[in-house]
């Protein structure tokens, strides 16, 4: 035994084949090539290194919106980042509006598990996961979009108690983000809370964007956007609140005659995982899912700030159609703002399951960054 313990010992020292590695080690063979990436300065081809112990998979990513819009681009960013990270072992396949039904549909979707991953807004939620209609309350976050965000990022209340009460669905919330400031779009031209009187106005799936707009006077009603374009030319809806990027390139102008900056809310989305699917993703998934999240939150921020800049240039130039656009003052504002503020009573005692509490941690938190 001696006798051959030395001649290994002697083969080993002059190059010699060694034996493989057990299965299991973490060492690589000795007659191959350590692995090349790993000897890259600066952690260049950081992606492929990271990828060694990944499977290879596909994962689907739906979206609400069109290939332009401000959700789609997210999800073709992620998918790009993800493959940088994972050494092109996980494609990340973003899917537009439409191909999977309603944005409701959407949502069955990602329970089920048939996508893995989806951008959700909250207000096609709002039959189930109710607290989740919070971001439908007018006045609440503060005007400013850079702020407002700093806010999502940061809540315990958005990305602790209410990201809980989505795991319920196994829907996971992993990131919060506002897609812009809202406007509303009619041919009444909206200045003060009189013109809503009996205005068909479209808004979500949500019981608490009705309560809203019952509060200005409106008639308001559900509807899909796919069914939006029409629903305003025929007159089926009459008016409806979206960002100024969605309202041009929706073509929505081209149907309505007025525009009011009224920056009633801002237009929050959801980056969502099944939450499942999320738990049996191994930790260094896990983490490259949660922090390629993280460091998008600034890149969507710009891109939403670019596309809603780009398009309100875009309709103030459109003479085929066009919009007048309406600013309001703050005083006009605050006649919207006194009747909206009733309604957070209405969240308290009709739609939170939890006596308020997430909206009362939330006025705190925005309270103390403002
Ligand atoms: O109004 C809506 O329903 C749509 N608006 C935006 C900004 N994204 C998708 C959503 O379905």
């Not at 009224?262 to 738990?279: G, I, Q």
């Not at 049996?280 to 596309?307: C, H, P, Y």
Request: aromatic residues 10%; proline residues 3%; negative net charge.
């Amino acid at each position: 035994m001696l006798f051959v313990l030395m001649l290994s010992l002697f083969l080993a020292a002059c190059g010699g084949e060694t034996e493989e590695p057990e299965e299991n080690s973490d060492e690589p063979a000795n007659d191959e090539p350590a692995n090349e990436d790993t000897e890259n300065a600066a952690g260049e081809n950081e992606g492929e290194t990271a990828g060694a112990d990944i499977e290879e998979a596909e994962w689907k990513f739906i979206t609400e919106e069109l290939d332009g819009q401000v959700q789609y681009e997210y999800a073709e960013e992620f998918a790009k980042r993800i493959s940088e990270k994972t050494g092109g072992k996980i494609t990340v396949t973003p899917y537009e509006y439409g191909g999977l039904g309603s944005e409701v549909d959407q949502v069955k979707s990602l329970q089920q598990g048939a996508v893995q991953l989806a951008v959700m807004s909250p207000g096609f939620t709002g039959n189930m996961v109710k607290e989740g209609q919070i971001f439908a309350l007018h006045y609440l976050f503060p005007s400013d979009q850079r702020a407002t965000q700093d806010i999502l990022n940061t809540s315990e209340a958005i990305n602790t108690d209410l990201r809980a009460r989505y795991e319920e669905y196994d829907i996971s919330p992993l990131g919060f983000w506002t897609e812009g400031a809202m406007a509303w779009t009619s041919n009444v031209g909206i200045e003060e809370p009189a013109d809503f009187e009996g205005l068909k106005m479209r808004v979500q799936e949500s019981p608490l964007m009705i309560k809203s707009y019952e509060a200005y006077g409106a008639a308001p009603q559900s509807l899909s956007w796919g069914e939006l374009y029409t629903g305003l030319e025929r007159g089926t809806v009459e008016g409806q609140e979206n960002p100024i990027f969605f309202i041009y390139d929706a073509k929505f102008h081209e149907v309505q005659d007025t525009m009011t900056i009224s920056n009633h809310n801002n237009y929050v989305a959801m980056t969502t995982a099944n939450t499942s699917w999320y738990n049996g993703l191994s930790d260094n998934l896990k983490k490259i899912v949660d922090e390629t999240i993280a460091d998008m939150q600034d890149w969507v921020f710009d891109k939403q700030t670019e596309l809603n800049n780009q398009f309100l240039e875009e309709m103030k130039a459109n003479e085929e159609y066009p919009t007048e656009i309406i600013e309001l003052t703050e005083e006009q504002r605050a006649a919207f703002e006194e009747l909206a503020v009733d309604v957070r009573e209405f969240y308290r005692t009709d739609v939170s399951t939890v006596d308020g509490a997430i909206l009362d941690k939330l006025e705190g938190e925005i309270e103390a960054a403002e």
